[in-house]
């Protein structure tokens, strides 16, 4: 079936430095790319998303990424802040009949270490 | 406009109860997706709700079950609890013509004895 590999599962970085954060996804079909934040004791929030029609998208310190040919998008965080510290999910939209449907990477836990 | 809201927050119950689950969306949001979430783990779908329809169902067992009210509250049973159900459940919402974009409630955390 579709699936969307995410890496790394835990991610160490030092305040201030960068994170970057890969998905890959299976279906070529794919046209929606959501990014998500989910912080201790919380649902996941959506923090940026991108479509298929773009290959990149910021949102201040925020930007992500889209390669369809090789299919896969990645999260940047620039100049990493404590408050960066949580675990993302990626996601992929897959069409099923007349709807469509998310698959989610496994996620990966962010660090930042002050 | 309200979140995504899920009741209740926390439940306690025992092996082999059943217990019932609620999710209003954001007001004219349709669709309600449901997730389990195991600690360390991702997010597992377990079905999603449009117009009081079950339109996509992942693999869980058939105690795992569903339904949405015409005003697109909805609601999961799961019977026969089994140890391994304690997770956290989450909803979300999303609005049609926005396609996939979900907004998720806070999750409900089912510990079971």
């Known amino acids: 079936g579709e699936n969307v590999e995410q890496h790394p599962s835990t991610l160490s970085v030092q305040e201030g430095d960068s994170a970057v954060i890969k998905c890959t996804y299976s279906?070529?079909?794919?046209?929606?790319f959501p990014w998500y934040k989910q912080e201790l004791g919380k649902g996941p929030q959506l923090i940026i998303d991108?479509?298929?029609n773009v290959g990149e998208k910021k949102d201040q310190r925020i930007a992500v990424t889209l390669n369809k040919t090789a299919k896969h998008f990645s999260l940047h965080i620039t100049e990493t802040q404590p408050e960066d510290s949580a675990v993302y999910f990626c996601?992929?939209?897959?069409?099923?009949?007349?709807?469509?449907?998310?698959?989610w990477g496994a996620g990966t836990k962010l660090i930042i270490k002050p | 406009k309200a979140g995504v809201t899920q009741t209740p927050r926390y439940l306690i119950k025992t092996r082999g109860q059943q217990v019932t689950l609620s999710c209003s969306p954001i007001?004219?949001?349709?669709?309600v997706s449901w997730y389990q979430q195991t600690p360390g783990q991702g997010l597992q779908f377990l079905f999603e709700?449009?117009?009081?329809?079950?339109?996509n169902k992942g693999n869980f067992p058939g105690r795992f079950s569903g339904r949405q009210f015409s005003n697109s509250r909805s609601e999961m049973n799961v019977s026969t609890l089994e140890l391994g159900d304690s997770a956290l459940y989450l909803c979300?919402?999303?609005?049609?013509?926005?396609?996939?974009?979900?907004?998720f409630g806070p999750g409900t955390r089912l510990l079971v004895l």
């Open positions: 709700y449009f117009s009081e329809t079950q339109r």
């Open positions: 979300a919402s999303s609005f049609p013509g926005m396609g996939e974009t979900q907004y």
């Open positions: 991108i479509r298929s």
């Open positions: 007001s004219g949001h349709r669709s």
């Open positions: 279906d070529s079909a794919s046209n929606y």
């Open positions: 996601a992929a939209s897959i069409s099923l009949d007349s709807n469509y449907q998310l698959i």
